[in-house]
């Protein structure tokens, strides 16, 4: 057998193994994505930042069958099983190449989609709403305070309503918790001075280059799947197409 051959034959036998192996890998980092903004949901004004983690979803979904496709496919050399292998491994590269400019793009559109729905978020703050609660979890879990930094919540709702010159709990250092911290700005050193818009965006951006990293990853494997394909394929139409010559020559 040809070496180009078989060469392309282990190359796209690997990756049908890789598809299966790929599918779980990808539904992890979708969901992990979507989790991950799902926790931020009521500060981002628009849903589109989500489309890359549900067409990685959508990607990983099919990953199995075509593993298998292409494995029987690779194993048998037919022809038909190649194209559809072909038209598969194009369509996911592509649909990869999508999520990897969805991601690109939102990256520069982070800290703009983010600003104005936190800074209405912490306005309505009462202390009392569920949306109020995000904001306290978000405080604790990121140890900030405030959007842009403590200061915000000097003239809020929350600020006014209390009379008593503080910001909520959830603003207190978590050491300080224990020394009886009640949010008081007199007592400055108790609290966590940096604002909680820097943070989110910080961690919405790391996990948007996570996953475009990995999708990359994925894309340059698809790339030299279609490569092999085509080798492949290639390599099968010049053996058939070659006929031994027979009969005596004078």
Known sequence: MDCGVITSKTVLLLISLFFWVAAAGLSYVGAYVLNTYKEYDPFLQDKYPLL??????GVAVVMF???????????????????????????????????FVLGFIY????????????????????????ESHIIDFLQQELQCCGVDNYTDWIGSRWY???GNHSVPVSCCKR?????????QLS?????NTQGCEEKVESILQSVLNYAMLVILGFAVV??????????????REQHNGYHPLSGTFA
């Open 222 to 235: 698809k790339f030299f799947g279609m490569l092999s394909v085509c080798m492949l394929t290639c390599k």
């Open 160 to 162: 006014n309503a209390t």
């Open 65 to 99: 069958v075509i593993g298998l496709i292409g494995c029987c496919a690779t194993i048998r050399e037919s022809k038909i099983g190649l194209g559809v292998f072909l038209i598969i491994i194009l369509l996911v590269f592509i649909a990869e190449v999508a999520a």
């Open 107 to 130: 990256k520069g559109q982070v800290k703009t989609d983010l600003h104005e729905p936190m800074l209405q978020s912490y306005k309505n703050y009462d202390g009392k709403t569920e």
């Open 187 to 191: 007592d400055l050193e108790f609290l």
């Open 52 to 57: 890359p983690a549900v067409i990685i979803i």
């Open 175 to 183: 050491d300080a918790i224990k020394k009886n911290c009640t949010g």
